[in-house]
């Protein structure tokens, strides 16, 4: 085992199961969309809708997508929220076993590599359709002083984002609309100032909302919001509901 490396310690141990349980009645998952990150001009954004759903079923509007991971790194989860919360809870806990037995923090390269080999494990509840999970990964990079985004996919490889990334059932309908306002807008995404990155954060959920069922819009009667974190040099910090309904009632006319 190598030193820090807290999964091997735990499959050592006999506490991560070598195989995991089939699903033989064909159950429906409970699935989550949708989720994005976007680069401006002082880090990153990071943001998911709230809508859990089981095939044409809204099970939960209030599901929380992206997680804080460490002070300077956070997941956004599409897909199952039963695999994905365990996977962000064992990222969680290998960064901090690796800080307390290292007394230094894990480089982004190795929490990179851990995130991995936790996609890489969840593969077989992936393959029986029943635990699948494409997380964007997101942190502050202080060697370069910039937000960094990543897209995994099913296998754990890894595809950096320059300055931006989406993903879920609604991520196709956005993409494209990121494209062009990065290549084409003015300025593009990753010198925007936060406040325009979060109008466009917002806007870009509601377009998911109107064209896909899975993806749960603003509901101002249920106060239900959308997660939106910011990930810069001062830290993490989530934008309170406050500040969110004030994007929507001055740039949005949604209230």
Same mark, same amino acid.
């Given at each position: #085992? ?10 050592? +141990? ?17 699935? @989550? ?20 759903? #089981?095939? &044409?079923?809204?099970?939960? /509007? ?7 991971? /460490? /002070? ?20 969680? #806990? ?27 494990? &969840? ?18 990079? +202080?060697?370069? @002083? &910039? ?14 984002? !320059? /300055? ?27 010198? #925007? ?22 993806? @749960?819009?603003? +509901?101002?009667?249920?106060? !239900?919001?959308?997660?939106?974190? +910011? ?25």
């Amino acid at each position: #085992m190598v030193d820090g490396d807290f999964l091997s310690l735990l499959r050592e +141990r006999g506490m991560l199961p070598a195989t995991p349980a089939m699903n033989p009645s064909g159950t429906p998952a409970i699935e @989550g969309t949708t989720v994005l990150a976007v680069r401006f001009a002082e880090g990153v954004l990071i943001a998911g809708d709230r809508r859990a759903t #089981m095939g &044409n079923t809204v099970v939960h /509007d209030r599901a929380d997508k992206v997680l804080t991971i /460490d /002070d300077e790194a956070a997941l956004a989860l599409s897909g199952s929220p039963a695999a994905a919360y365990e996977i962000a809870r064992l990222l969680e #806990m290998s960064f901090q076993h690796y800080r307390r037995t290292q007394l230094q923090p894990l480089s982004l390269e190795g929490k990179l590599r851990v995130l991995s080999r936790l996609l890489r494990d &969840n593969l077989p509840l992936a393959l029986q359709g029943i635990g699948a999970v494409v997380p964007i990964f997101a942190a502050f990079d +202080r060697g370069t @002083g &910039n937000g960094r985004i990543y897209f995994c996919d099913l296998l754990g490889a890894q595809f950096e984002s !320059v /300055d931006f990334c989406a993903t879920g059932s609604g991520s196709h309908i956005i993409r494209g609309a990121l494209y062009y306002l990065n290549r084409w807008g003015e300025p593009p995404l990753a010198r #925007m100032d936060e406040a325009a990155s979060l109008a466009l954060v917002l806007r870009l959920l509601e377009t998911a909302a109107a064209y896909d069922t899975a993806t @749960g819009g603003y +509901r101002p009667e249920a106060r !239900v919001f959308p997660q939106v974190v +910011r990930i810069s040099a001062g830290g993490i910090a989530a934008i309170p509901e406050t500040a969110l309904e004030a994007v929507y009632r001055t740039e949005l006319a949604l209230v």
